[in-house]
C-alpha cells in the first residue's frame, strides 16, 4: 500500500502543481489491475514531454529554480512496473493533462 501512496503523492503533487484550477482523481479497477488517473485543468504536456516525461531527471522547471528534480514521474513509473503495471500520460480534450497508473492486484483469499 505504502507504493500506491508514493506514487498518488508524486501524481497529486505535480498536478496541483500545473493545474490552473482543478485537480480530479479517479479510482477504478479493471480485471486485477488498479487504475488510478489524476488529471488537471492547466496547460497540458507538449509533444516532446509526452514522450519523455517519466525519463529520469525531467523537469520543465529551469535549472535555477531547482526545487524538484524530475524525479516522481520516472519513480511512479518504474515503481507501477514492478507490480505488474506502468503510467500512461495524454493530454485531455478540453485542456490539462491526465495521467493514468495501473497495479497489479494480488488475489485476496
Known sequence: MEIVLQVF???????????????????????????ITVADDGKGFNSNALKIATDPFYTTEKKSEGEHFGLGLNISKVLC???????????QKNGGASITVCFGMRSQK
Open 9 to 35: 503523492e508524486n501524481l497529486l503533487s505535480n498536478a496541483m502543481r500545473y493545474a490552473d484550477t482543478a485537480v480530479s482523481v479517479a479510482c477504478r479497477t479493471k480485471g486485477k489491475k488498479l487504475l
Open 81 to 91: 512496473q514492478r507490480h505488474g503495471g506502468g503510467i500512461t500520460l495524454k493530454n
